[in-house]
């Protein structure tokens, strides 16, 4: 079966732009959960959307956001980019949020800002 | 967000040997733990986990090791392969304070390499 899908693989943006990453998830999962990868913090939590409503959210700024549609295929947003931006952003899909343990993982988008 | 740490950043073993990875978490309400393989340019893949009620478990040619004293969880690769070069990370699930929420808190990595 196709694993998750994340696109693109690499984006170069200027300060102050917005940008959308867009992960499709496995045939069949409904929930898709986004993390940044940096090499100081590791994997931080975003948010967590199970049929088109956000379910769980971390810390981070409101400049964040993201969104699932009915077919539940995510988008992730991030407006007015800052070099502290710059990050791996996996997303992961699993059937129901039933744990982490059903998580698979995209390959990622990596998000270069200058 | 949670603190969890691991003990070296990176790891250089002999192809063959023994491979143990160390963790140290801070929450004792964890529930539920995972190691995860990242190789470059890929996500992490799901290696093993265990629940906060064992102590030990094991997968094909790995072990996890669970000390809730101490906080503290291993993972031990048996003859370990140049294929087990990779960074792990350990995560700790908190129980979501609602259901379905995931509240799952990742380490840094280590990254390990095999000398053959």
């Known amino acids: 079966k196709a694993g998750v899908t994340q696109t693109p693989r690499y984006l170069i943006k200027t300060r102050g732009q917005q940008v959308t990453l867009s992960c499709s998830p496995i045939s069949g999962h409904r929930s898709v959960s986004w993390y940044q990868q940096t090499p100081g913090q590791g994997l931080q939590f975003l948010f967590e959307y199970f049929s088109e409503t956000q379910r769980n959210k971390g810390n981070f700024p409101g400049r964040f956001s993201g969104r699932q549609f009915s077919n539940s295929r995510s988008e992730m947003n991030v407006s007015t980019l800052e070099l502290g931006d710059s990050a791996l952003y996996l997303c992961?899909?699993?059937?129901?949020?039933?744990?982490?343990?059903?998580?698979?993982f995209g390959s990622g988008t990596r998000l270069t800002v200058v | 967000g949670e603190s969890v740490g691991l003990h070296l950043p990176t790891l250089s073993v002999q192809e063959g040997d023994n491979s143990i990875i160390n963790c140290a978490y801070s929450n004792s309400a964890s529930d539920y733990f995972i190691w995860y393989k990242q190789e470059s340019g890929k996500g992490p893949q799901f290696i093993i986990d265990?629940?906060?009620?064992?102590d030990k478990r094991q997968g094909q040619r790995v072990t996890v090791l669970l000390n809730k004293t101490v906080k503290h969880l291993s993972l031990q690769i048996a003859a370990t392969q140049p294929g087990d070069s990779a960074v792990y990370f350990c995560a700790e699930n908190v129980p979501p304070s609602r259901r379905g929420a995931n509240n799952l808190f990742f380490g840094t990595g280590t990254r390990l390499t095999v000398i053959p």
């Open positions: 992961a899909s699993s059937l129901a949020g039933e744990g982490a343990s059903g998580y698979t």
């Open positions: 265990i629940r906060s009620n064992m």
